[in-house]
């Protein structure tokens, strides 16, 4: 059996102040054909899992391009297409073919094309034929278009938020694909629109056991695979909002049902499901007066995960006013100011102009005498058995701040964002990180408490505000009853 796979994913933020083109890509990761690390990223682990299955003989694998751009702005069109394009000839010149696979994100949009992995999926099913197994991965933060479900065989999502379950998404995606193929399932797609945009994390409930639910149903045979969109409310896109995905073995009219009886009850979760949000200064205060450290707060609509620069000062303004000391924050993404720390060294006391350089919205430059504690190129972090990438890195201390400046945008996924670069993180008594809940995995062993930070700044984060442009369906919060009609 012959597999082709491919990877290009983003997650894209239509109002933030940044662009994305290729140079992103190749910062963030670039893999040509047959140089994917062992390693998976988040959006290519179904690489590692047919290399396995290559390796037990099951299948002759034939490698595309592997690539991810961090979150960010609009992706150019001449980025798009080369990318596009790139993948497809990569399939052409690899047929025949019974089965494709192909890692994405699902909320990438480009200058042009607003679904650009419903038009990939499309052109796969043109070069490929009816008869060819096609099978797609997509990261919940994503926008589930009719072209997609059309032309894709299986689809399967992160379940986790945070997403440490991406590997297991990844090696589902083979699995149900390379069944499908050899003719040991017929895969029926039931798709049923939620018509809700919140913020779904699973480490908490309602939403933890509506994971273990899901689960339940695929282990029972209920299911081939239940999947969530949640929706990524800071694209415009005419699919925003959440999604359920039942794949059911040949039987539609259940997986419908299913999806249905899933789909409202998770609409019944709507408003409840967000962590308690705090100010900045309740955040600040609340954490100093801790009997015990270290308390984490996360700063989370400064989240470069959802595409905004991360270089926002409104949280470590406030700690600089209200004097608070022995506190860590990581990360303020700063190319300029990191060169300058480079250049002046490790241990030297300069002025320093940082952060506050991309958006109206996220904070004024911060004028400060800093010291250098630290200097580090290509400086790495780690979500899960992914590496992610920081680049060259700085961390300056101020006032008795520890701040890491990074010249790689990435949001903070783990502890070892500080201790790679000198900081004990378990000494402190504050950790402020720039994530909404991707840290929480490999945060919460090491917390004495986890509070949430609501710092208004570039994200969009009301749907109810936001001016989108492409949304045509009733979605709540925007409309308080949007299955009213349908229900009736």
Known sequence: MRVFCASVATETNTFS?????????????????GEHPETPTLCSAVFPALRKRAKAGEVELIEGTATWAEPGGLVNARTWDRLREEVLDQLKAALPVDAVVLGLHGAMIADGCVDCEGTLIEAVREIVGPAVTIGVTFDPHSHLSDKRVKNADIITVFKEFPHTDFVETGEACVDLTLRAARGEIIPQISVFDV??????????????????????????????????????????????????????????PAGTALARELGLELFSFRGTTKPKFLTVEDSLAKATAASAGPVIIADVWDNPGGGVAGDSTILLQAALDMNVANMALGTIWDPMAVRL?????????????????????????IDATVTVRKVATDAVQSFGDSIVPLGDCAVINVNGIDVVLNSNRAQTFSPDLFTNLGIDVSAKQVVAVKSTNHFHGAFAPIAADILYAAVNGPYPNDPTTTPYTRLTRPLWPIVEAPHEEELA
């Open 341 to 365: 720390c480079h250049a002046a060294g490790e241990g030297a006391e300069l002025q320093l102009r940082f952060g506050g350089k991309t958006s109206a919205h996220a904070g004024a430059p």
């Open 17 to 33: 102040p940044l662009r994305t083109d290729f140079a992103d890509f190749a910062q963030s990761f670039y893999a040509p054909p």
């Open 195 to 252: 018509r809700m945009m919140d913020v779904l994390p699973t480490s908490r409930h309602p939403m933890r056991g509506f994971v273990d639910k899901m689960m339940a149903l695929e282990a029972d045979g209920s299911a081939l695979s239940i999947s969530t969109i949640h929706g990524f409310m800071a694209g415009d896109s005419p699919d925003l909002g959440a999604k359920i995905i039942v794949i059911s073995n040949g039987n539609k």
